[in-house]
Nanobody, 117 residues
Framework: QVQLVESGGGLVQPGGSLRLSCAAS????????LGWYRQAPGKERELVAS??????WYANSGKGRFTISRDNAKNTLYLQMNSLKPEDTGIYYC????????????WGQGTQVTVSS
């Protein structure tokens, strides 16, 4: 079991930056996969970025502007978002997948990101 708590969301103007944080209740070094999902208004939740020990993955929407990283010592996952656009608006959810015979998925409650003038 792992609890995830997001922070760092808010209102930002187009072109601005935000850094989202996800604090985990236990060590993240043993978690198989971590990531960030976004649910935009009227749309389904979609994966924005993920990270494993071997590398990272980004959706095309954020590629070149977003950077996912982890700090195992702090049990924290980050998403650095630069050059923000209005279409980046949505609720961002921290996600963790633990594999023990089967997949176990854990979710944070989400943090709102609004990009608007």
């Amino acid at each position: 079991q792992v609890q995830l708590v997001e922070s760092g969301g808010g209102l930002v103007q187009p072109g601005g930056s935000l850094r989202l944080s996800c604090a985990a209740s236990r060590s993240i070094s043993s978690i198989n996969r971590l990531g960030w999902y976004r649910q935009a208004p009227g749309k389904e939740r979609e994966l924005v970025a993920s990270i494993i020990s071997g590398g990272t993955w980004y959706a095309n929407s954020g590629k070149g502007r977003f950077t996912i990283s982890r700090d195992n010592a702090k049990n924290t996952l980050y998403l650095q978002m630069n050059s923000l656009k209005p279409e980046d608006t949505g609720i961002y959810y921290c996600w963790a997948r633990v594999v023990v015979l089967r997949n176990y998925d854990y979710w944070g409650q989400g943090t709102q990101v609004t990009v608007s003038s």
